[in-house]
């Protein structure tokens, strides 16, 4: 090849060596000219000539170091032709591939980009570069798990460059911060002099929460490069989480200074305002910081919060909609847009945005090769709003989404315990207390292991309510008393309750005893509360204490007219035998409830009892206008109509009565009495045995049959009746006497005596017991008398 030629070939790469890109490509351009043809060169008066051999080896090289020329000058359209027509001199070089990806990458085409490093390592699978610029191309289409492991590739290939070590550090900045400050450490040891190691130290510090740490690399970053602008927000924003707030505001200012057109500094700048609670400045350094870059996302999303938190829901929903614009998978956006509607009551569009988010976790989540703090956070929000959406709709009585939301939460974070414990009251609500049980036990389960007392204990309360209505009322008992046996518990509301609620589980289990033993418990947290001396009242009269439990429902009348507590004490009037005070009683009980047929019935019978028929037949009427259904409600009737001695008309009811309840044996026993009193003693003794069918402890049953079966002559029959009855009560006067009758008629006057004996050691001042002794003892002398006696 002609001298002149390698001349010019060599000043050209010195050029390029001197960083001297016009004057190399100058010289590039008159070779590549002559190569072509379309000029010409002489040497000492005589043209020069090359062979084709030397001109493609020649033109080969100048397209690749002009393409490399352009390339520096940043002019990568030009450098991108002439690495392309290099390409088509020479197809199999790697170098020049490597170098068409770079092209492209500037150009930001990064899927040809990515095109031409796959063709750089197929023909060279050792090529470090080329694994280090396509690992760079992959980060830029968010292909994280491609990128790292042709970083690795490019560490095992040669471990000593720190490129791949600083490349790698920034890919993990965000995902992995301790591997990123290690290699950003391994980049600085392999000699990897750049004062943005400092400044990406900082910021993986900064990720790792470490923000000491993070502004002492910052420091570092300013004391080599004092004009270094974004280390200044960096380090402001620092400052700020750890509340030097004053230093904070004066670095973001600095960085301001330093470039007015820095949207990130003002988003800082925003941030500390926001802290010292100028929301105004706030605001406008939010809007700014949006002014100078449109594309930015954070700036809308912050002031988004920041207008969420002062309860501009809807101007907020505007800033997050723009955020979402710039990027529709923003977990975060989306999540808090979602919060925003919900204040709204926009219930089912925050269900959308809160679905949505948690679609773009889950995704992010499955690509994701590491443990990322940040799609941890995303999945703690996602749950959270999941959780208030919940209780939101539960609110609204919204059951089954309310339920649907609930376990949407506990799909992203399955040990969730107020989740258990508000689903548990939801399911409480809509009856289905087995499930509800099943959800407090496993919150009890968490508030016991991580020592949680005050939810352990509302928690275990809960839960014996549960077991309350289940009618598990043991249980729902041991569970109140661990909560009382508790030396730490602070009474409140909700303990009051349980005190309330214990007593209820007692009354249910007729323990009169423990009920009474439980509302003295309660009376002392909850004294004002009517059910302390109701249901005590209860217990007193269940256990036969009527004054006492007078007093008692006295006392809970105090704090409530409740219609019940009027009927108790009356009842228990009615049980001393003070029926006047009784029927007063009810009478208050009816001004509370007039339409409570129970009231009627039980003043009815006083009234019967005081023979005062008239007014007690107006009350069983008004009972049964109310509830003309119920049988022991016409067998009063019955009973007040023969006292009226309207038989016949009792007997109809006391046939209604028994068309109601078949069993009972009342309605037949009185339907024989009032037999007796038509006298259709037949018929009499008919329904008195269908009584005795369903019931053989009822000695009046046996003594009316008894004394029906005598009057027709049937003593044998009438005298089994008698001795039935004197099983039942051998001290019964009326069936001895009877007894001792039967037997007379029967000549078995020995029997007879001795039936009177037993009468007048009962009653020795019995009078008709007295007349019919001596008849007996004058039967007997007849009877003992011998025949030849008789006929003296």
């Known amino acids: 090849m002609n001298r002149l030629i390698i001349e010019l070939s060599e000043i050209a790469k010195e050029y390029f060596a001197h960083q001297d890109f016009e004057k190399c490509e100058e010289t590039l351009d008159k070779l590549i000219a002559f190569c072509k043809g379309e000029i010409t060169l002489a040497q000492n008066g005589e043209m020069i000539f090359i062979d084709d051999e030397d001109k493609h080896y020649l033109l080969l090289e100048a397209y690749h170091n002009r393409a490399l020329c352009r390339f520096n000058c940043l002019q990568y359209e030009k450098a991108l032709e002439d690495v392309n027509l290099a390409i088509e001199l020479d197809h199999k070089n790697p ?94 040891q392999l000699g990897l002099e750049n004062v943005d190691l400092f400044y990406f130290q900082g910021v993986a510090s900064e990720n790792l929460g ?46 301001l200074e330093l470039n007015n057109k820095n949207a990130m500094a003002y988003l800082i700048l925003g941030h500390c305002y926001r802290d010292l609670e100028n929301f105004d400045s706030s605001i406008k350094s939010f809007k700014k910081s949006i002014e100078l870059d449109e594309n930015l996302k954070y700036p809308y999303y912050a002031l988004a919060n920041l207008l969420y938190d002062l309860q501009d829901y809807q101007e907020a929903i505007f800033y997050y909609d723009k955020a979402i614009e710039i990027d529709e998978e923003y977990i975060q956006a989306l999540a808090n ?62 059951y089954q989404k309310a339920l ?24 409480t609500d809509i009856e289905n207390f087995s499930e509800a049980l099943e959800d407090c036990k496993k919150a009890i389960k968490y508030y016991k292991k991580h020592n949680q007392e005050d939810k352990y204990f509302k928690s275990l309360t809960h839960k014996a309510w549960i077991q309350s209505k289940l009618g598990n009322f043991k249980e729902a008992i041991e569970d109140y008393n661990l909560v009382f046996k508790a030396d730490k518990i602070n009474i409140n509301s909700d303990f009051e309750n349980a005190y309330i609620s214990r007593a209820y589980c007692a009354k249910e289990l007729e323990a009169y005893e423990e009920l009474i033993e439980y509302c003295n418990e309660a009376q002392k947290v909850c004294e004002n509360n009517f059910r302390v001396y109701f249901w005590r009242g209860i217990a007193k009269y269940y256990l036969s204490l009527e004054e006492e439990a007078i007093e008692d429902f006295n006392k809970a009348l105090k704090y409530s007219k409740e219609a019940d507590i009027y009927y ?129 402890k009822d000695i009046w049953t046996f003594y009316y049959k008894g004394e029906r079966l005598r009057a027709l002559g049937e003593f044998k029959q009438a005298l089994r009746e008698y001795e039935a009855c004197l099983k039942i009560d051998t001290k019964n006067l009326d069936a001895l006497l009877s007894k001792a009758e039967c037997l007379k008629q029967l000549q078995e006057y020995d029997e007879a005596l001795e039936a009177i004996h037993i009468l007048l050691d009962l009653d020795p001042k019995h009078e008709l017991g007295l007349k019919f002794k001596n008849i007996l003892n004058n039967k007997t002398k007849k009877q003992n008398k011998k025949w030849w006696q008789v006929w003296l």
């Open 337 to 398: 847009r979602g919060n925003a509607k919900l204040q709204l009551k926009r219930i089912d569009e925050a269900q959308k945005d809160y679905d949505l988010a948690a679609s773009y976790y889950e995704e992010q989540h499955n690509k994701s090769k590491f443990e990322d703090e940040a799609l941890e956070e995303f999945k703690n929000t996602i749950s959270h709003n999941y959780y208030h959406l919940a209780n939101t709709l539960y609110e609204l009585k919204h």
């Open 210 to 255: 470490d923000y000491e740490k993070a502004i002492s690399f910052f420091n570092k970053v300013i004391k080599v490069d004092e004009n270094y602008s974004d280390a200044y927000f960096k380090r402001a924003n620092n400052k700020r989480k750890i509340n030097d707030l004053e230093g904070a505001l004066q670095d973001c200012q600095k960085s």
């Open 568 to 696: 108790y004490k009356a009842l228990s009037f009615e049980d001393l035998g003070e029926l006047e005070e009784a029927i007063k009683t009810y009478d208050e009980a009816l001004l509370e409830d007039l339409e409570n047929d129970v009231f009627y019935y039980h003043r009815a019978k006083c009234k019967r009892e005081l023979e005062e028929y008239d007014e007690a037949l107006q009350d069983i009427n008004k009972c049964l206008e109310l509830a003309n259904d119920n049988a022991k409600y016409y067998l009063e009737k019955a009973q007040i109509l023969s006292f009226l001695q309207d038989y016949e008309n009792a007997f109809e009811m006391a046939k209604i009565s028994c068309n109601f309840d078949p069993n009972s044996y009342e309605s037949y026993h009185f339907m024989g009495v009032i037999k007796i009193h038509l006298e259709d003693y037949k018929e009499a003794i008919n329904y008195l045995s269908k009584a005795l069918k369903l019931n053989r």
């Open 95 to 188: 170098a020049l591939f490597n170098l068409l990806g770079l092209c492209n990458f500037y150009l930001d085409l990064f899927q040809d980009a990515l095109l031409a490093f796959n063709k750089a390592i197929a023909l060279d699978n050792a090529y470090t570069s080329a694994y280090l610029n396509r690992a760079r191309a992959y980060m830029l289409l968010d292909d994280i798990n491609n990128a790292l492991k042709d970083l690795q590739i490019a560490i095992d290939l040669e471990s000593k460059i720190p490129n791949a070590y600083y490349t790698r550090a920034i890919t993990l900045l965000n995902i992995d911060p301790k591997q990123s400050l290690m290699d950003l450490q391994k980049a600085e």
């Open 404 to 427: 649907e939301n609930f376990e949407k939460t506990l799909r992203f974070k399955p040990e969730y315990p107020e989740v258990f414990f508000n689903r548990s009251h939801l399911l």
